[in-house]
T-cell receptor, first 115, second 116 residues
Framework: AQSVTQPDIHITVSEGASLELRCNYS??????LFWYVQSPGQGLQLLLK??????LVQGIKGFEAEFKRSQSSFNLRKPSVHWSDAAEYFC?????????????FGTGTQLKVEL | GAVVSQHPSWVICKSGTSVKIECRSLDFQATTMFWYRQFPKQSLMLMAT?????????EQGVEKDKFLINHASLTLSTLTVTSAHPEDSSFYIC????????????FGDGTRLSIL
């Protein structure tokens, strides 16, 4: 069965500082990996995705993530955090099922940005 | 592109009422739609997967007679919470995918359901 672990429930960084959110996955084959962001009371917005190819993936809003198969990780990074980045971040792993890519989400990491 | 509209965004109703939530893909054809439930400060729990023109596949523990899902077209899926009770109060989120294996899910903005 596929699973996702986000070890950090909460992270606080200062505005302008770098950010890394951790994600570890378990999946039997080559995974499809995603990072989503959720603002309070809203749905999820896709930040970036990895299917194959280059293991360093660029996303929207200046985010990037690196797929490391040997570590079963897909950590999200941003070199300089902005106050508007404060939100909940979800890592997800997906695989093809009979009806498209069914996702398993991690428990999320709440990012707080100090001004 | 890849916009998913979910309506209503907030609904408050009395216990025993049935509530319908709509999920529309506005600029792409959604072969597959997913319905999630999210409790406060928790992750998303998949309730069911629906493919256009066929019956939804429900996750273990989700009552299919309680949560009726219809996916009658490539752009619309509905979730009806029948005879809703206070314990059904939650944040419900839909997502849509073109159904191809390497296509991401695109999410609606969610519906806050409060049952009095």
């Amino acid at each position: 069965a596929q699973s996702v672990t986000q070890p950090d429930i909460h992270i606080t960084v200062s505005e302008g500082a770098s950010l890394e959110l951790r994600c570890n996955y378990s999946y039997g084959a080559t995974p499809y990996l995603f990072w989503y962001v959720q603002s309070p009371g809203q749905g999820l917005q896709l930040l970036l995705k990895y299917f194959s190819g280059d293991t360093l993936v660029q996303g929207i809003k200046g985010f990037e993530a690196e797929f490391k198969r040997s570590q079963s990780s897909f950590n999200l990074r941003k070199p300089s955090v902005h106050w508007s980045d404060a939100a909940e971040y979800f890592c997800a792993v997906g695989g093809v099922t009979g009806g498209g890519n069914k996702l398993t989400f991690g428990t999320g990491t709440q990012l707080k940005v100090e001004l | 592109g890849a916009v998913v509209s979910q309506h209503p965004s907030w609904v408050i109703c009395k216990s025993g009422t049935s509530v319908k939530i709509e999920c529309r893909s506005l600029d792409f054809q959604a072969t597959t739609m997913f319905w999630y439930r999210q409790f406060p400060k928790q992750s998303l729990m998949l309730m069911a997967t629906s493919n256009e023109g066929s019956k939804a596949t429900y996750e273990q523990g989700v009552e299919k007679d309680k949560f009726l899902i219809n996916h009658a077209s490539l752009t619309l899926s509905t979730l009806t919470v029948t005879s809703a009770h206070p314990e059904d109060s939650s944040f419900y989120i839909c997502s849509a995918s073109s159904g191809l294996g390497n296509q991401p899910q695109h999410f609606g903005d969610g519906t806050r359901l409060s049952i009095l």
